[in-house]
């Protein structure tokens, strides 16, 4: 199998053999294409099971519908399951504002109108649309029918197997963290079985399903991919490992793991039946957590194969390169597990609007807070202070210094993810992927600046999005979705340790990823902070890596979420504005494009962001911690019940 990704040949496969399973029949109870009759039409299930090639085609079109997390649109039948109306929900935690009023989350979520009866298009992640159960079902009528295939071997057999199971649990798990519990889906449906009604299980039998799916699969799979070339985007050993650390880290969290309930806003069935709790708080989860960590890194210190990308060099920009790298190649050495869309990216077309809505159209713009921006340190790893930035004057120097090597022209001062996540003013607009130089104009973020001014929606706060994006280098290149990396695994590693009091050992691992981008260790880098003996410093640093590691990847949001960051959410957050001081405020920003025009100064203020604003600014309801179940599935009757405060 090429490289997981959809194209014309999969949706083929996909929709001409999996739709026919998953099509809709009357009296359907459980979603809209889901508890069905045997397939119809010309190809059946005996026709899939019949020979290898076909199972395999089959089991390829699942992976075709796993979550990606970057917004894309298609004119296939598929539902508008990550569509740019919508958008990213990353946009509501304290690192992203959403600047575009054609969006869900601006149009919804910030202005509180979100409810349990929204149209499809309202929903950050869709409970029905969202290609979940069409994968929940297909992956069991793989493992009920695999044993049928004649021409594929044992050990073949269990090795698609478990990749169904890792399939089946990771779609539960996209589910799991905007809902809570969730039905639990052991098999296919007849209509007619007593097993039709399906109560909403606890949170944690949920939590207890996907980690018995993954310890399955984990002993059948390979630990990597034999094939790179050929099976690349498979799930491995690795992958399911690390998934399973994610979850558990996400159960023993307070959301769940308290002796409160998040909400005790009506209705309280859902409280009442567990499914958003566990009753009282279970230290052994931080246990279990911990123990799914060291699992994982023993195996991967006997097997190797992943590791943390490293620069060629020691300058920002090769540290910079290095996590580029780290990310968005699919030959990274330390995606755990990837999703993958378009075959390349060409900016254009109406397959794919994540380039183009923003590049040509200033849409689904999603612009940096300054609190974000704040939370990457210098390029020393000293946490950054604006207070005291502004006293020594460093201020100026904020993202870049002047430098006289006439082999460059700037010199980056910041945490080399920050510019690699966003764009700010001054950076060189290219990075080349072999040598890690800069080269291009640079960005005008300030007011009145050429890119300030032809794209206000995404400047709007001073600085605009880069992760993911890369608007000059990225044209025409393999753009995959890194659905689980190294480093997220190591982050969960450190927690675990923090929460169980072994601070030490969760620094040394929290160091080794800030050491990948040349940043010193947290107690060097801020030693009044007494990190190493509390606890809760130690933490918040931890979660602060987090939100600079992996910004974009859907991580910040939910660590808010999974420790009911009721204060964050309130906060209300900041842009920069940034004013040149000379008089050349029509001018292009460097001494490329002036000749004889001086290095430019900039006034910075920090501004409250007033347009548009949250509704949670002004009290923040703790129903919004997970989502609204539709209320036409909670009306079908087989067990379904909403979500406190909805």
């Known amino acids: 199998m090429k490289r997981i990704k959809i194209n014309t040949y999969i949706i083929t496969v996909l929709v001409g053999i999996s739709l026919f399973i998953t099509s809709c029949v009357d009296d359907i109870l459980f979603g809209d294409a889901f508890l069905e009759k045997t397939p119809g039409g010309d190809v059946t299930i ?19 519908i796993q979550y990606y997390g970057l917004p894309y649109h298609t004119n296939t039948d598929f539902p508008y399951v990550y569509t740019g109306w919508i958008g990213k929900w990353e946009n509501l935690s304290d690192c992203w504002q959403a600047c575009w009023n054609g969006q869900a989350i601006y149009t919804r979520y910030y202005t509180g109108l979100h409810n349990a009866g929204h149209g ?75 097993a039709y009604e399906l109560p909403r299980a606890t949170a944690e039998e949920t939590v207890e399903f996907m980690v018995e799916l993954l310890d399955e699969a984990i002993d059948a799979l390979p630990w990597q991919v034999a094939e790179p070339a050929n099976e690349s985007g498979r799930w491995t050993r690795a992958g399911a490992m690390g998934l399973k650390t994610s979850i558990l880290l996400f159960a023993a969290s307070p959301l769940f793991n308290s002796n409160e309930p998040y909400s005790t806003a009506p209705p309280q069935d859902a409280v009442e039946n567990r499914n958003v709790w566990y009753g009282a708080y279970k230290a052994e989860y931080w246990d279990r957590c911990l123990a799914a960590c060291e699992a994982f890194f023993a195996q991967l210190n006997a097997n190797g194969q992943f590791a943390l990308e490293q620069a060629a060099g020691t ?21 755990l597990h990837s999703t993958r869309i ?26 940096p807070t300054q609190e974000y921006v704040e939370m990457f340190p210098w390029a020393d790893g000293a946490p950054f202070d604006w207070n005291r930035a502004e006293q020594d004057g460093s201020l100026q120097e904020m993202f870049i210094k002047r430098t006289d090597d006439p082999s460059k022209s700037v010199q980056l001062t910041r945490d080399p993810r920050l510019y690699e996540t966003a764009i700010v003013n001054g950076v060189p607009k290219t990075l080349d992927w072999t040598t890690g130089n800069m080269a291009g104009n640079p960005y005008e973020t300030w007011t009145a600046g050429y890119d ?12 605009a999005l880069n992760k993911y994006y890369l608007e000059e280098d990225a044209l025409r290149q393999d753009c995959h979705w890194s659905y689980l990396r190294l480093p997220e695994v ?55 890596e987090r939100a600079c590691e992996l910004g974009m990847e859907d991580v910040r949001f939910f660590d808010m979420i999974r420790y009911k960051m009721k204060d964050r959410f309130e906060k209300h957050l900041y842009k920069l504005v940034i004013e040149r001081k000379d008089a050349n405020s029509g001018q292009w920003f460097g001494p490329d494009k002036d000749a004889g025009v001086p290095w ?14 949250r509704v949670w600014w002004d009290g923040f309801d703790t129903k919004w911690y997970l989502s609204p179940f539709p209320l036409g599935e909670l009306n079908k009757g087989y067990g379904l019940v909403q979500n406190p405060g909805w």
């Open 46 to 64: 005996d026709t899939v099971f019949s020979k290898a090639e076909y199972a395999n085609q089959f089991l390829v079109g699942i992976y075709a």
């Open 490 to 544: 190591m982050l969960n590693y450190a927690e675990a340790l923090c929460q169980k009091g072994r601070l030490q050992d969760a620094i040394a691992q929290v160091d080794k990823v800030r050491a990948r981008v040349g940043l010193k260790g947290l107690v060097e880098s801020s030693p009044d902070r007494n990190l190493a003996s509390d606890q809760n410093a130690l933490l918040e640093e931890i979660l602060r």
């Open 315 to 335: 300058r920002p920009e090769d540290y910079r390169l290095a996590f580029r790298k780290a990310y968005f190649r699919l030959n990274s050495t330390e995606v």
């Open 600 to 613: 430019p100064e900039f006034e910075f203020k920090k501004v409250p962001i007033t347009s548009p604003t």
């Open 342 to 367: 378009q075959t390349y990216d060409a900016f254009n077309g109406s397959s794919y609007v994540w380039h183009a809505w923003q590049k040509n159209n200033d849409r689904v713009a999603y612009s």
């Open 452 to 463: 300030a001014k032809g794209s206000p929606n995404r400047y709007s706060n001073g600085y």
């Open 120 to 194: 499809n298009r309202d929903e950050k992640f869709h409970y029905l649309q969202s290609n979940v159960w069409q994968a929940v079902r297909a992956g069991w009528i793989f493992l009920e029918n695999i044993d049928r295939v004649s021409d594929m071997d044992a050990s073949e057999k269990a090795r698609r197997s478990a990749e169904a199971k890792c399939l089946i649990a990771s779609r539960y798990w996209d589910t799991f963290r905007h809902y809570g519990g969730l039905p639990v889906v052991r098999g296919t449906f007849s209509g007619t079985d007593a």
